[in-house]
């Protein structure tokens, strides 16, 4: 019989929120973190994007610690993980993991070229970085898989549970807005000239982000209500810089997770996908819950909230998820106006009540990966 | 921790321009560059794949590693349920650098999304999956040094729960032309025990 596992506490830090309970109130009020910035430091033209204001977060940051030796996405990482760190009261011994996740970490730290920055710019000292300020005694996995990042920590960590590795795992997801990231997609001729539109017929591209959230994995319930019960991570095979056009590596993950959860797709109540807004992405992601019969399970993109915060989105997004089902919400898709995927899905058009079980949380990214984990709310 | 045994089936090392697979060296070339080197065995292992010439260092590497181990693996009749779990310490730091140069200079700015794409460590796992048609468990991890620890789990992991009939683990490193590859395929059947200790030895050779 293998170990059950569950998230027994969660944590982010959004332009929107330096808390769950913020988040989800701005999110009730439809307040976005996207807005119109002008930094030619970033971007040459002004561009829409999700930004965590620098002196907040250095507010918050020195209620905790007098240190100022942090960059801002350190930073980031500390406060989400340390009210989480804090109220566990664990000893951090070798039962204790830590995971961080992140696409590209410390990157601007290559924008000058000396080696002390070339240093900042590897994970392992990034995430050492942050494991030494909690004194985790476990060296630090990180997980660099595109944008399933977060998410797919949240099914490592699950699996690292279950075969009785570790017995609890923290896991922080971060990522900041960067000249790097920017260039890179506008050189893809993927970025918005508006706040994205994800599953719009209007849609027209990424709106990027920044943001770091946290979760506590454990395989002890305590007074947790959610329990992760099945996750797939397979790629498409397909094509690295382009979703499958049949969704199949989706499909596939998701097939993955239920038949692990032993439930139906049709038991599954509400889905938080990945929901890019780009023409491609969104497409893909209609035709893989189609195929699985998902055409009506309401689902939603937070993107509109948060822009694509790239390798802490899945965790963000989980966290929100797992929040709405506690509260029995389920949250508008912001951005949303008219249908503009090739087959049917139940896009949420506004805030309502509802009473979930079962939670699909999905992201597919670069590469051909996608991720899918199923969540079910206990007693 | 694991419930069943799992074996090593068969393992390969790429570095100092010389590819080993079992302890026979497969192919050997004179001090050369990477770029050459990979060109040389490419040619040599008779792989015909065109776009192994797009791909950047850090893929041309881990491609290789997988090429020789799934050559004889895979039925492309079948699905082949190999799973991808592949670490190493740089990420994807070599085309970070090359990609940095291309958006550092006001008057030479031009960020290709050709070189872009390759700024994602887990860009070789596509490669491999899409040479090979896995359509699998894929993850990339990264680690301050090679850790034979957790990569035993955590293939043991995905066997045990079924995720996946084999695994290919991988650590491949590739920073400014200094490389090593190390790559094993872990199956439910064979002779030589999936354990840390082994994994730790096969490594230093």
């Known amino acids: ?50 930004i965590i204001n620098d002196i907040d977060l250095d507010t918050a940051f020195a209620k905790i610690s007098p240190a100022v ?41 290559l924008k000058n070229k ?56 923290f896991i922080v997801a971060g990522d900041e807005v960067s000249e790097f990231v920017l260039s890179g997609f506008n050189s893809f001729q993927a970025m918005s000239d508006a706040p994205c539109k994800p599953y719009s017929k209007n849609r027209n591209g990424v709106t990027l982000g920044e943001a770091a959230a946290a979760v506590l994995v454990s395989s002890n319930k305590g007074s947790s209500k959610i329990k992760i019960i099945g996750d797939g991570s397979i790629n498409d095979a397909n094509h690295i810089s382009g979703p499958s056009r049949t969704g199949e590596g989706l499909f596939r993950s998701i097939k993955s997770a239920l038949a692990e959860a032993e439930i139906e797709a049709d038991q599954i109540d509400y889905i938080s996908a990945h929901g890019t807004a780009t023409s ?39 966290v929100i998820g797992i929040q709405s089902v506690l509260e029995n919400k389920l949250f508008v898709s912001l951005g949303f106006d008219e249908l503009g995927v090739s087959q049917p899905i139940n896009v949420i058009e506004k805030n309502e009540n509802k009473n979930s079980r079962y939670f699909l949380k999905t992201a597919s990214g670069f590469g051909g990966c996608n991720s899918a984990v199923l969540f079910e709310k206990v007693n | ?108 700015y031009f960020p290709s999304p050709a070189v872009f794409v390759y700024t994602l460590p887990n860009i070789c796992l596509g490669e491999i999956s899409i040479r090979h048609q896995l359509k699998t468990e894929n993850s990339f991890f990264i680690f301050e040094e090679f850790n034979p620890e957790f990569l035993v789990n955590y293939a043991n992991v995905l066997l045990d729960t079924k995720k996946a009939d084999k695994v290919l683990c991988g650590w491949v490193e590739y920073f400014n032309e200094e490389y090593k590859a190390f790559l094993y395929l872990v199956a439910k059947e064979g002779v030589v025990e999936h354990q840390i200790e082994t994994i730790k030895t096969v490594y230093k050779k």
Do not use: W
């Not at chain 1, 009210?83 to 996740?101: G, Q």
């Not at chain 2, 026979?24 to 990477?34: H, I, K, M, P, W």
């Not at chain 2, 080197?37 to 491609?63: T, V």
């Not at chain 2, 082949?80 to 200079?105: C, M």
């Open chain 1, 1 to 50: 019989m293998m170990r059950e596992a569950f998230i027994t506490e969660s944590n982010c830090i959004t332009p929107i929120g330096f808390d769950v309970a913020a988040n989800v109130k701005n999110i009730g009020a439809c307040v976005s973190g996207i807005q119109l910035h002008q930094n030619s430091s970033l971007m040459m033209a002004p561009f829409y994007a999700s």
């Open chain 1, 69 to 109: 030796n942090y960059t801002k996405l350190e930073k980031m990482m500390i406060l989400a993980l340390y009210p989480i760190a804090e109220k566990s009261k664990l000893d951090f011994n070798d039962r204790t993991a830590f995971i961080l996740s992140t696409t590209k970490g410390n990157i601007t730290a």
């Open chain 1, 114 to 169: 000396s080696g002390e920055n070339f240093q900042k710019a590897q994970l392992p000292h990034l995430a050492k970085k942050v494991a030494d300020f909690f004194k985790f005694k476990t060296e630090p996995i990180v997980i660099s898989n595109a944008c399933v990042s977060g998410i797919m920590a949240v099914s490592v960590a699950k699996r690292l549970i279950q075969s009785k590795i570790y017995d609890n795992i």
């Open chain 1, 280 to 318: 491609f992405n969104d497409e893909m992601e209609a035709i893989a819950f189609n195929r699985l019969g998902l055409e009506n399970t309401p689902v939603n993109s937070l993107k509109g909230f948060y822009g694509h915060t790239l390798g802490a989105s899945g965790l963000l997004e989980a």
């Open chain 2, 1 to 108: 921790m694991t419930e069943n045994k799992n074996y090593i089936h068969s393992f390969c090392t790429i570095q100092n321009n010389k590819i080993v697979l079992n302890d026979e060296t497969v192919f050997e070339a004179e001090s050369t560059s990477f770029a050459d080197f990979s060109k040389q065995a490419y040619k040599k292992l008779e792989i015909n794949y065109p776009k192994f010439f797009k791909m950047d260092s850090l893929s041309k590497l881990a491609f290789l590693g997988a090429e020789i181990l799934l050559k004889a693996e895979i039925d492309p009749e079948a699905e082949n349920n190999i799973a991808l779990v592949f670490a190493n310490k740089s990420s994807s730091l070599d085309t970070d650098v090359k990609y940095q140069e291309t958006i550092s200079h006001e008057e030479n």
